[in-house]
């Protein structure tokens, strides 16, 4: 198995920071789209976003570990940003359960990849989860960070088979655009260079 050698982990910081870049205007582009403020739609939109991103990283180092590294970046910010302390947990899975599942193609097979990202963009729902698994506790968090009952009741979003469908639907749609957009990417930045015909 191929290791990441300190190039590689410098590039995927590099990846890592853009990513970063594209959860946080993915997550503006839904506030705007959708004003009641529980960011509901922000992993779809980071997936759209995060796609040509994640394509290309996979395509450059196409080694085991760069993706659970971008996914630890994000659970570090999650983790750093006055979300509960757990809301780190779904970004560590599901990176590293996209990582595993791109390395089963050897992180060429494009179906493969586009499967990894999927579940990868799982990773972004870390504090909407929380909401939903330990709801007490999360109105608590936010009620210690200085949040007024009128927000709370604005942002959190009921744990219904509807909304859970709704959320995993438009995360899995917005992953498969920002794969196709990333897939797009790579094939011309191959074909510029040589690599394919």
């Known amino acids: 198995m191929k290791q990441l050698k300190v190039k590689d982990i410098m590039v995927t910081g590099a990846f890592a920071a853009l990513y970063f870049l594209c959860v946080g205007l993915g997550t503006l582009v839904a506030a705007i789209f959708d004003r009641s403020g529980n960011m509901m739609y922000a992993p779809a939109f980071a997936a759209i976003l995060g796609g040509p991103v994640y394509m290309l990283l996979v395509a450059k180092v196409g080694k085991f570990g760069s993706i ?3 996914s630890a970046v994000m659970a570090c910010f999650f983790f750093m940003s006055g979300y ?3 809301a780190f947990v779904p970004s560590l899975f599901f990176g590293i359960l996209g990582d595993l599942i791109a390395k089963q193609g050897q992180y060429k097979q494009k179906w493969l990849n586009t499967v990894s990202f999927v579940v990868f963009s799982f990773g972004n729902l870390g ?5 939903w698994l330990m709801r007490d506790a999360y109105v608590a968090n936010l009620m210690a960070r200085g949040k007024s009952a009128e927000y709370i009741a604005r942002v959190m979003v009921d744990f219904t088979v509807g909304n859970v469908l709704g959320l995993s639907a438009t995360i899995v749609v917005g992953a498969l655009i920002g794969a196709f957009l990333g897939q797009g ?3 011309k930045s191959f074909k510029k260079s040589g690599l394919l015909q």
Request: aromatic share 0%; proline share 7%.
């Open 68 to 70: 659970s590294l971008v």
């Open 84 to 86: 509960m302390t757990a």
């Open 185 to 187: 990417m790579v094939a």
């Open 127 to 131: 504090p909407i989860i929380l909401m």
